[in-house]
């Protein structure tokens, strides 16, 4: 009974093609995230949805789409990557009322670009 | 802009040691703070968390106090395991997102 869940774990792949990345949450949450983080560990927020309407967009190119079909799912597809999209890709959600606003974490996507 | 400042690392103590790790934030307004934990290949897991003033947060023999006037949310543990072996992340959430220090690696040596 995983809380959130990515696939794939692990995705290899050259630059130019397209990829996606699924998540699924069965916490009964209203708000799902995006969060890219470095070599480095930097953490770094890219999209936000709540009950499938994008909230944050970060700085983030267009070749990222998020895609959210329903208010436990939100993928995320990339076009065209890039060698400098290499990252851990973190999937998270959480409840938007009351006021702490805890997020869950999925175990994350290594994408690694040749 | 809201931001967390954390110290660098890595943290390297021996079995039983003591734990400090600093963390201090700027923002606009009162946000809560939190402190995640990563351990090697897994995901980011909520260790505490504190949503006003003067709150203390605890878990797993963690603390970390709320304190307004110096702007920080420290983490401690008065007898570190090699189990707590893991990056740790401070964390602001003000108005509609989390932002993320940069994390302290913590290695425990027994």
């Known amino acids: 009974d995983t809380a959130v869940s990515q696939t794939p774990k692990y995705l290899v792949t050259q630059m130019g093609n397209d990829k996606s990345i699924k998540c699924e949450q069965n916490?009964?949450?209203?708000?799902m995230y995006w969060y890219k983080q470095d070599s480095k560990k930097f953490l770094k927020i890219m999209f936000s949805?709540?009950?499938?309407?994008?909230?944050i967009n970060e700085t983030v190119p267009n070749r990222f789409s998020p895609k959210s079909p329903d208010k436990a799912h939100l993928n995320l597809h990339i076009n065209s990557l890039e060698l400098g999209d290499s990252a851990v890709y973190f999937c998270?959600?959480?409840?938007?009322?009351?006021?702490?606003?805890?997020?869950?974490f999925g175990p994350g996507t290594r994408l690694t670009v040749t | 802009g809201d931001s967390v400042t954390q110290m660098e690392g890595p943290v390297t103590l021996s079995e039983e040691a003591f734990l400090t790790i600093n963390c201090t934030y700027t923002?606009?307004?009162?946000?809560?703070l939190f402190w995640y934990v990563q351990y090697p290949g897994e995901g980011l897991q909520l260790l505490l968390k504190?949503?006003?003033?003067?709150d203390k947060g605890s878990n797993k023999g963690f603390e970390a106090t709320y304190r307004k006037e110096t702007t920080s949310f420290h983490l401690e543990k008065g007898s570190v395991q090699v189990s707590d072996s893991a990056v740790y992340f401070c964390?602001?959430?003000?108005?509609?997102?989390?932002?993320f220090g940069t994390g302290t690696r913590l290695q425990v040596f027994p």
């Open positions: 923002a606009t307004g009162y946000p809560s």
């Open positions: 916490l009964g949450h209203d708000t």
């Open positions: 949805y709540n009950n499938k309407e994008l909230i």
């Open positions: 504190a949503t006003k003033a003067d």
């Open positions: 964390a602001q959430y003000n108005t509609d997102k989390l932002i």
């Open positions: 998270a959600s959480s409840y938007t009322s009351g006021s702490i606003y805890e997020q869950y």
